[in-house]
């Protein structure tokens, strides 16, 4: 069975840019949560959809937004790249929504701001 | 707000050493915890998780018990393998205050075991 799978797996913008992250849920799964993950630090949540809802968000500026499609895969946008945006963007997917804690992640999307 | 203090790594053994990564934890109500795991190359794995206090959460020789008293869920294996290398995160989820939705993560903790 195919995994919560990101794309692209690695990218460089430079400030200012725009960039949009894609992914997909494990089959079945209707929640999808993002975070990001600076060297050295844990992940940080950024958002939280359930059934293309948003459910949660995180502390993170207006520049960040996300949708979730009806097909349950999501998008994590963000404008106006600021240097401290690069990171590993982490998708996670399950089942419910996710109040369980049991989230199974993809291997990230590594945004490099120049 | 909540937060997850884990002990300063990187953690260095031989194999087939005793290991012991702390975790303490700052949260309103009863959060369930976590030990997530991240291997070179992958993603994010859930290791272990427990509920409630007193639950104890077990997989792959890996054990951690939910202590509410001290608020700590510390990891232990009694005899790690090369195979144990990876960066460790403890992590909780509020059951309270509208923010169920949401992992909450120490930095990591860096285990390296050599042969």
């Known amino acids: 069975d195919a995994g919560v799978t990101q794309s692209p797996t690695h990218l460089i913008k430079t400030r200012g840019q725009h960039v949009t992250l894609r992914c997909s849920p494990i089959?079945?799964?209707?929640?999808v949560s993002w975070y990001q993950q600076v060297l050295g630090q844990g992940p940080q949540f950024i958002f939280q959809?359930?059934?293309?809802?948003?459910?949660g968000r995180g502390n993170f500026p207006d520049r960040f937004s996300a949708r979730q499609f009806p097909n349950y895969s999501s998008e994590l946008n963000v404008n106006a790249l600021l240097l401290g945006d690069s990171a590993l963007y982490l998708c996670?997917?399950?089942?419910?929504?996710?109040?369980?804690?049991?989230?199974?992640f993809g291997e990230g999307s590594r945004l490099t701001v120049l | 707000g909540d937060s997850v203090t884990q002990m300063e790594g990187p953690v260095t053994l031989s194999e087939e050493a005793f290991l012991t990564i702390n975790c303490t934890y700052t949260?309103?109500?009863?959060?369930?915890l976590f030990w997530y795991v991240q291997y070179p190359g992958e993603g994010l794995q859930l290791l272990l998780k427990?509920?409630?206090?007193?639950d104890k959460g077990s997989n792959k020789g890996f054990e951690a018990t939910y202590r509410k008293e001290t608020t700590s869920f510390h990891l232990e294996k009694g005899s790690v393998q090369v195979s144990d290398s990876a960066v460790y995160f403890c992590?909780?989820?509020?059951?309270?205050?509208?923010?169920?939705?949401?992992?909450?993560f120490g930095k990591g903790t860096l285990l390296t075991v050599n042969p």
């Open positions: 949260a309103t109500g009863y959060p369930s």
């Open positions: 427990a509920t409630k206090a007193d």
């Open positions: 959809y359930y059934e293309k809802e948003e459910r």
């Open positions: 996670a997917s399950s089942g419910t929504s996710a109040a369980l804690g049991e989230l199974f």
């Open positions: 992590a909780l989820i509020s059951n309270s205050g509208g923010s169920n939705y949401k992992l909450t």
């Open positions: 089959s079945g799964h209707k929640s």
